[in-house]
Nanobody, 124 residues
Framework: QVALEESGGGLVQAGGSLRLSCTAP????????VGWFRRAPGKGREFVAS????????DYADSVKGRFTISIDNDRITAYLQMNSLKVEDTAVYYC?????????????????WGQGTQVTVSS
């Protein structure tokens, strides 16, 4: 697996915002789909959002729709997850992932490239 690198996690109060970044060190994102997943304490890995090859088409989990925005820069060097109106239940380790599939997927097994994760903690 090619390692991706996430950054931007941290501690924020409920209602606040954070922006996560993801890069593929030394290369651009050649994969078709770039996505974000998260794992909350005691829970499995959960799909959050993904962006397609054109950088415009997106897919969001219902739990974050309207609050989170995924994007990727035109050079496909950095992908972002802008998280607004954060809730305590958004607390998790967030992972960046990339997939060579052409169709959107929410299955973690369809993503062959992963980062190590960045902690996001939302306090009440």
């Amino acid at each position: 697996q090619v390692a991706l690198e996430e950054s931007g996690g941290g501690l924020v109060q409920a209602g606040g915002s954070l922006r996560l970044s993801c890069t593929a060190p030394g290369r651009t994102f050649r994969s078709n789909i770039v996505g974000w997943f998260r794992r909350a304490p005691g829970k499995g890995r959960e799909f959050v959002a993904s962006v397609g090859r054109n950088g415009i088409s997106t897919d969001y989990a219902d739990s974050v729709k309207g609050r989170f925005t995924i994007s990727i820069d035109n050079d496909r060097i950095t992908a972002y997850l802008q998280m607004n109106s954060l809730k305590v239940e958004d607390t998790a380790v967030y992972y960046c992932a990339a997939s060579n599939l052409w169709d959107f997927t929410r299955e973690a097994d369809d993503f062959g490239f992963w980062g190590q994760g960045t902690q996001v903690t939302v306090s009440s």
